[in-house]
């Protein structure tokens, strides 16, 4: 039996969520909606890696970051947003591995979670 790796989405778009699901349809996905409910979940799951949107209304992308890693120091965080000049430098800071810039295609979106995550375990 195939143990596919787990992932959360954080988007406060449900468009983005459903098209990021839809790239990303070989794993194993979970969703948030907002930072708030982003920090929820990962304590619930413990998911492999975290995509997360940076501006969102409420607690936004920096502060469930930070809050996650206060959690888990191992979590995997990686920033997804359309403002990475103003945001991804915070977004860094904080401890996010690293920001891609939206809109992205779903060849980079699965190399990078290729880079961050295991191997499905067989």
Do not use: H, Q, W
Not at 39 to 44: D, H, Q, T
Not at 68 to 79: E, M, S, Y
Not at 82 to 110: C, D, H, I, Q, Y
């Amino acid at each position: 039996m195939m143990v596919r790796p787990r992932l959360l989405i954080v988007d406060d778009d449900d468009s983005i969520r459903e098209i990021v699901k839809i790239m990303l349809k070989d794993y194993d996905v979970i969703e948030a909606s907002d930072g708030e409910e982003a920090v929820r979940i990962y304590k619930m799951f413990k998911p492999e890696l975290v995509l997360m949107d940076i501006s969102m209304p409420g607690k936004d992308g920096v502060e469930a970051t930070k809050e996650i890693l206060n959690f888990d120091p191992n979590a995997r965080i990686v920033g997804l947003t359309a403002f990475a000049r103003s945001r991804g430098k915070e977004m860094l800071e904080n401890g996010a591995l690293e920001v891609l810039e939206k809109p992205f295609t779903r060849k980079t979106l699965k190399e990078l979670i290729e880079k961050y995550v295991t191997k499905a375990v067989a």
